[in-house]
């Protein structure tokens, strides 16, 4: 910064993986990204305008109807329309970027044994190479440090433009340990690179990716990944990440991309999904959209919602609707006081969504 300028402020964290996505949408999901010691996206809001059923508009903040304010983050779109939204920012610093191979234990080490007030960031993205013995355990982590010096012209520096996203993607549904490889050695050689804080959190997203191996399979039917996201103690990470290998590596649901995330506890919305200072585990699985391949998927899924359960875990609602009702109960204990302050607040349902009717008859049913 020179002296004497203000410095320029900006968001404390977005979602990765895609830019396309809206601030009403990030308040609703109740978002993380990838800071090191951050909660959801709560953290980081200090008001909205809430639009209810009745049309009438609300402000709402830790203050002021405080109720809406806790409900309608994480409330997924069902309390009505976030008009606009008030954040906590913070001011944009250079950052450089360090990349290693870590393990598991050492992850989940990270926030104890670095100072979070200077490493602000950091994903570990792990092996999907069923046929190796670091499947699900060992990682690329890339973290963000202060650092002083701005970074250079971004159009200089090391990075996986579309094409490169277009072969990784590609070799992640051929040949996973080569994809990994690649990747891997694609991250070191961006180690000590400089970014701001904002705009490394933005992320090339391909649309329509999936058209170009289905076609290149052969696919009998469309494909896609499909997403999850498991949360546990960071304790047991490694016993999770061990029992989800064994389930994996049939590579029946081939693992095409997975990442780790650490996230602070969330302690003011009603649907919080970050109840614990969580391992935040993302598995991306490849399926086919077929009977038989929704039916693999879905079994899958629902294994590892029952292995993160069994760990004292939990699981991120809204990604798919695998999970059965006891698991849904068990990982988010108060989902039917969520759904009876929908009934109670939308009598007529005028804001609802396929996940909301699903899981409304899901626990209508004895
Ligand atoms: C490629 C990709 C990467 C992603 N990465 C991350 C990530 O790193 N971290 C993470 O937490 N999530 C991630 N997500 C999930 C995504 O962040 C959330 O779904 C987010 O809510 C998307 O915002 P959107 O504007 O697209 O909303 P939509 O997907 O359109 O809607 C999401 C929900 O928000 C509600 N909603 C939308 N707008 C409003 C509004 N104005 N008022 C009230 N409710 C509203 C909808 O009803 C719906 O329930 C990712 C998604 C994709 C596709």
Redesign the pocket.
């Known amino acids: 910064m020179h002296p004497g300028r203000a410095a320029r402020t900006t968001w404390n964290s977005?979602?990765?993986?895609?830019d396309?996505?809206?601030?009403?949408?990030?308040?609703?999901?109740?978002?993380?990204?990838?800071g090191l010691r951050l909660p959801?996206?709560v953290g980081d809001v200090e008001a909205f305008t809430?639009?209810g059923p009745n049309g009438l508009s609300h402000l709402c903040s830790r203050t002021e109807n405080a109720d809406l304010f806790r409900l309608?983050i994480g409330?997924?779109?069902?309390?009505?329309?976030?008009?606009d939204v008030t954040l906590r920012l913070m001011p944009r610093v250079p950052v450089q970027r360090s990349v290693e191979i870590l393990t598991l234990e050492e992850l989940v080490s990270v926030p104890e044994l670095r100072d979070t007030t200077v490493w602000l960031f950091g994903d570990f993205q792990f092996s999907i190479d069923e046929n190796s013995p670091d499947f699900l355990q060992r990682g690329v982590f890339s973290a963000y440090c202060r650092c002083d010096e701005p970074p250079i012209e971004f159009a200089a520096q090391h990075q996986l433009r579309k094409s490169d996203w277009e072969e990784l993607m590609w070799l992640a549904h051929t040949d996973r340990a080569k994809a990994w490889d690649v990747y891997s050695r694609f991250y070191r050689s961006t180690h000590g690179q400089r970014y701001w804080s904002d705009t490394h959190q933005l992320?090339v997203?391909l649309d329509q990716y999936h058209t170009a191996p289905d076609h290149r399979l052969v696919s009998q039917c469309p494909c896609s990944e499909m997403?999850s996201?498991l949360y546990v103690p960071r304790d047991v990470l490694r016993e999770f990440m061990s029992r989800a290998s064994d389930l994996l590596r049939s590579g029946e649901t081939p693992v095409i991309y997975g990442t780790i995330?650490l996230i602070e506890r969330d302690t003011e919305t009603l649907l919080a999904w970050a109840r614990e200072p969580w391992a935040c585990i993302?598995f991306n699985l490849h399926c086919e959209h077929s009977p038989v391949g929704l039916a693999c998927a879905a079994s899958a899924f629902r294994a590892l919602i029952g292995i993160a359960l069994s760990l004292g875990g939990s699981f991120?609602l809204?990604?798919h609707r695998w999970a059965s009702r006891s698991q849904v109960e068990a990982a988010h204990p108060n989902f039917r006081k969520f759904l009876a302050e929908k009934k109670a607040r939308d009598p007529a349902g005028i804001?609802s969504?396929d996940?909301?009717l699903h899981h409304r008859d899901l626990f209508a049913e004895q």
């Not at 396309?20 to 990838?34: E, K, S, Y």
């Not at 409330?75 to 008009?83: D, K, S, W």
């Open positions: 977005k979602q990765t993986g895609a396309r996505l809206t601030l009403g949408g990030a308040l609703a999901a109740n978002i993380h990204g990838r959801p996206i809430l639009i309608a409330g997924y779109g069902l309390f009505g329309i976030i008009a992320s997203y997403i996201e995330r993302i991120y809204t990604y804001f969504s996940w909301y």
